[in-house]
């Protein structure tokens, strides 16, 4: 089954990772009603203490718009504009393989 999926890096302005992780945590109720959302994963560095990583995994592309295009997400993203370093980076990813996904 192909699925979508693709890793974030938010480059926290210097001091301000608590103030991200707290307004991106509204994005975890939301995903749980998106049942094309396969995993949500939010990360921090531990040699990169200025960055906040997410690796995420839907069931197919339609199935990330739904994320992309939901009204948490939108407040997010704009609460988020001024703590970090605009844009985000995103790359896209294709699942070869994984323990726990089904397989590609």
Same mark, same amino acid.
């Given at each position: 089954?192909?699925?979508?999926?693709?890793?974030?890096?938010?480059?926290? +302005?210097?001091? +301000?990772?608590?103030?991200?992780? /707290?307004?991106?945590?509204?994005?975890? *109720?939301?995903? /749980?009603? =998106?049942?094309?959302? @396969? @995993?949500?994963?939010?990360?921090?560095?531990?040699? =990169?203490?200025?960055?906040?990583?997410?690796? *995420?995994?839907?069931?197919? *592309?339609?199935?990330? =718009?739904?994320?992309?295009?939901?009204?948490?997400?939108?407040?997010?993203?704009?609460?988020?504009?001024? @703590?970090?370093?605009?844009?985000?980076?995103?790359?896209?990813?294709? @699942?070869?393989?994984? +323990?726990?996904?089904?397989?590609?």
């Amino acid at each position: 089954m192909p699925t979508h999926g693709h890793v974030v890096r938010f480059r926290v +302005k210097p001091g +301000k990772r608590d103030e991200v992780i /707290k307004v991106l945590c509204p994005m975890f *109720e939301e995903v /749980k009603k =998106e049942p094309g959302t @396969l @995993l949500y994963l939010m990360h921090v560095s531990q040699n =990169e203490p200025d960055a906040v990583w997410f690796y *995420e995994r839907y069931v197919d *592309e339609a199935a990330f =718009e739904v994320h992309r295009t939901s009204a948490t997400h939108d407040a997010v993203l704009a609460a988020l504009k001024p @703590l970090i370093a605009w844009p985000p980076e995103i790359h896209f990813l294709d @699942l070869l393989d994984s +323990k726990g996904l089904p397989k590609p």
